[in-house]
């Protein structure tokens, strides 16, 4: 016999749905929802916080409305402020002079518009009146006694700006010296074959100073100069030189400040050939010029010590290395300068005389100046045949 089927219960309409005992996963209805609740409070209920990073588009209208917020605060505290001090203030002082400040920024706007119109200002320089010539003439065997008084004045205005406002005066007391110097390179010439003719530029100095480490922050030397040598103004071979400026002219040559390979040549030569030095030194016409102290009759070592005299401003405190204390030469070791000099008075370079003196100034130079030369850069075949002999000795 079949089982009989149960009917199902029946349910009774005011109990409603069965609720299960399990806890359901999906989330309540939010109260904010409820009907119960005023549209009112609806509107001002900030949204459900999501869970998670915000998102990159929400970041920045969040920053700019606490900016805003911010700015209208300090706006509030600005009024308020400004309120504060109205209350201080009497009304009508106050706004008797706000129209007054209005006016006075529209001339100012009114005056920026006619300056924005106007013509460019134009700065008038008085052009620069040139020294007069004094009826003399520019000559090229000579210097004008307007390129002294140029000088004269350098050294009392030594100025970027004053030399720009006597740029007309540089340039021709600059062009006197260049054809004053061309003539001076003839006369090295003819006193010293081993001089060659070059170009002005590279026998003249600049009269720019180099500041970058001198304690003297003045831009220009006052004075000009030029130096005569195998190769110019620069490299290794001594030199004739000639300096003008105005109380401090003179004439004079050798090696100033040799390097290191060249020092060691002379300290060498003085070692082993005193006697050539002291004959050099001991010429006639060379002790008359560059050592007018020493009398012609005196022994060789007085001119020595003249000769040491004018060279020790940068000598060496002791004995250089390699030489003994007690040295016979001990004072010519000790130089690192070998050079000769002899003031002459400015009138002697702006007589029409100033190349007979420049040549008996350089003849007097010349056998010290070819000495010097013979040692720092001798002769390869002269060199073997010293060494042949000192091998003899």
Same mark, same amino acid.
């Given at each position: 016999?079949? !089982?009989?089927?149960?009917? !199902? ?28 609740e005023s549209e009112d409070r609806e509107d001002d209920a900030p949204p459900p916080r999501k869970r998670g990073r915000p998102s990159k588009a929400a970041a920045p209208a969040v920053k700019k409305k606490k900016r805003i917020e ?30 007054? $400040? ?16 106007? @013509?460019?200002? +134009?700065?008038? +320089?008085?052009?620069? #009146? ?14 004008? #006694? ?8 350098? *050294?009392?205005? &030594? ?15 600059? #062009? ?21 003719? /070059?170009? +002005? ?17 003045? @831009? ?25 400026? @105005? ?9 100033? =400040? ?6 060691? #040549? ?14 050099? /030194? &001991? ?7 560059? /050592?007018?102290? +020493? ?14 005299? *004018? &060279? ?18 001990? *004072? ?9 000099? !002899? ?15 420049? !040549?008996? =100034?350089?003849?007097? /130079? ?6 010097? &030369? ?9 060199? $073997? ?9």
């Open positions: 016999m079949a !089982a009989r089927k149960r009917s !199902a219960a029946e349910v009774d309409p005011g109990q409603g749905r069965r609720r299960s005992g399990r806890i359901s996963s999906t989330p309540q209805k939010s109260k904010y929802f409820q009907e119960s911010k700015e209208s605060d300090d706006e509030d505290e600005y009024n308020e402020d400004e309120k504060s001090e109205e209350d201080q203030d009497d009304g009508d002082e106050y706004n008797d002079e706000k129209p007054e $400040e209005e006016e006075d920024g529209d001339d100012d706007e009114d005056e920026d518009e006619d300056d924005e119109d106007a @013509p460019p200002k +134009v700065r008038i +320089v008085p052009l620069e #009146k040139m020294r007069d010539t004094g009826g003399v003439e520019y000559e090229d065997n000579k210097i004008h #006694k307007n390129t002294l008084l140029f000088l004269k004045d350098l *050294k009392v205005n &030594n100025k970027r700006s004053w030399l720009k406002s006597h740029d007309g005066e540089y340039r021709r007391a600059l #062009k006197d010296w260049e054809s004053f110097v061309d003539s001076a390179m003839l006369t090295a010439i003819d006193v010293d074959e081993t001089i060659p003719e /070059l170009p +002005v530029k590279d026998v003249i100095f600049r009269i720019h100073r180099d500041i970058r480490f001198s304690k003297d922050p003045t @831009p220009y030397k006052p004075h000009f100069s030029a130096a005569f040598s195998r190769t110019g103004r620069k490299g290794p071979y001594a030199c004739y030189y000639i300096h003008c400026e @105005p109380k401090s002219s003179f004439i004079g040559g050798g090696l100033w =400040c040799p390097d290191k390979d060249q020092l060691a #040549k002379l300290r060498r030569s003085i070692d082993r050939h005193p006697e050539r030095w002291r004959e050099v /030194l &001991n010429t006639p016409e060379l002790k008359r010029i560059y /050592l007018p102290g +020493v009398k012609p009759s005196a022994d060789d070592e007085k001119a020595i010590e003249a000769f040491f005299d *004018k &060279n020790q401003s940068n000598a060496l405190k002791k004995k250089p290395m390699g030489f003994d204390a007690d040295h016979r030469d001990i *004072k010519l070791l000790r130089l690192r300068n070998f050079t000769l000099g !002899a003031k002459i008075d400015e009138s002697s370079l702006t007589a029409d005389t100033a190349q007979e003196k420049i !040549a008996e =100034c350089f003849r007097g /130079l010349e056998p010290f100046v070819s000495f010097l &030369n013979d040692v720092v850069m001798p002769d390869p075949n002269r060199e $073997e045949s010293e060494d042949e002999e000192e091998e003899g000795e």
